[in-house]
């Protein structure tokens, strides 16, 4: 029996009725049997600062970096910030890139996004990946979920309802799924 993999979900937008939340969610509920997904909140982390560093991560961050080294795998939700990744997402990130201990190094990591426009995060995650390279992360490269015109495909509660992206939603864990069992077997 294969083993169970436990997953991490980060969210790069704080907004109550997220796209991105929505698409984390959908995530979860749409996941492979065999796997699990929490998902680790940003809003607490505070913003990056070399001097604070020095006496120690703070509390929130510490969290965050364990809860990302034990994890199988990490999948990120990113909106599309001035053809950009969103600052949250930055400033998580550069706190847990910090040594000692990346843990995003060799990690399996799996991007996803949605915006309202018609490029619904290429741009974004195109930025996303680079940095996913300097850290060593294990990407997975495609399929890609990219959700544009979003505000014709969730709820008014945020809850994804377009079935064609659920469906593609459902390969891309399957193809996560795999990449991760190919990496740690
Ligand atoms: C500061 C800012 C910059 C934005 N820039 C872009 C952009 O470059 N491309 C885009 O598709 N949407 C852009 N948007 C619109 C976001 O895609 C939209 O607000 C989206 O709902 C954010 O994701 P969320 O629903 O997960 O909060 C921008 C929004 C903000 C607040």
Request: cysteine-free.
């Amino acid at each position: 029996m294969s083993k169970h993999l436990h997953l991490v979900g980060l969210v790069g937008s704080l907004r109550s009725r997220s796209y991105n939340l929505g698409l984390m969610e959908a995530a979860r509920e749409l996941l492979p049997p065999g796997l699990d997904l929490e998902s680790l909140p940003l809003g607490m982390i505070p913003p990056y600062n070399e001097d604070i560093r020095a006496g120690g991560f703070p509390e929130p961050v510490a969290e965050l970096r364990q809860k990302i080294g034990a994890a199988d795998g990490v999948l990120i939700a990113t909106p599309e910030y001035n053809y950009s990744y969103s600052g949250i997402l930055k400033n998580a990130i550069d706190w847990v890139s910090r040594p000692p201990d990346q843990p995003f190094l060799d990690k399996p990591v799996a991007i996803m996004g949605a915006s309202p426009t018609l490029f619904g995060t290429v741009r974004a995650q195109m930025h996303l990946r680079q940095v996913f390279i300097y850290l060593d992360a294990k990407l997975l490269q495609r399929p890609e979920i990219i959700v544009p015109d979003a505000a014709h495909k969730f709820d008014a509660a945020g809850h994804l309802t377009d079935p064609t992206t659920r469906d593609l939603l459902k390969t891309w864990l399957l193809a996560f799924e795999q990449w991760i069992r190919r990496l740690t077997p």
